[in-house]
């Protein structure tokens, strides 16, 4: 089954239910799925923005102090180099039926290769990808460039 869905999808896929994914991402976090987080862990409190936001104005004027100079060229050879040393990035597509398919793709891979990974997904399940629209969330962003690269888009990590 797995050599058959990568034949059909062109890489290597993974097929499986949003609960089985809920429940191993739940188990790698070392949090139990079943149980809910109590209502107070989504208060946001002065002592969270503090923790958070403490050193953060200290830490960029210091790093924007201490940073040499770059030309474009420079700046844009660095970053297509940290794009080439990126590791994989898992892109996990969710349908309405409660399955997730999943396939890596490299940061420097366009967008258009997910669309068409999407398509192809969407076309062997249903015959058919009408109104296909990728996005990531949260916050929702649709992903309409197709020729920009996943790290450009913001999907892989800087």
Known sequence: AAQQLRE????EAFV???QEAQ???AAA???????DPPDDFY??????YARVSGGWGANQAAQRA?????TEKIRRQEAEEAARRA??????????RGLALQGTFAATETVSAVQDFAAAAVVAASGGAPGLHLYTAPPKTVLRDGG??????GVAPP
């Open 16 to 18: 499986f239910s949003r």
């Open 43 to 48: 208060n946001f409190t002065a002592d969270d």
């Open 23 to 25: 429940v191993a991402d």
């Open 8 to 11: 059909l999808l062109g890489r």
């Open 87 to 96: 590791p994989p990035i898992p892109v996990r597509l969710l349908f309405q």
């Open 148 to 153: 920009a690269t996943l790290l450009a888009a």
């Open 29 to 35: 976090s070392g949090i139990d799925a079943a149980e």
């Open 66 to 70: 201490s940073a040499p100079l770059k």
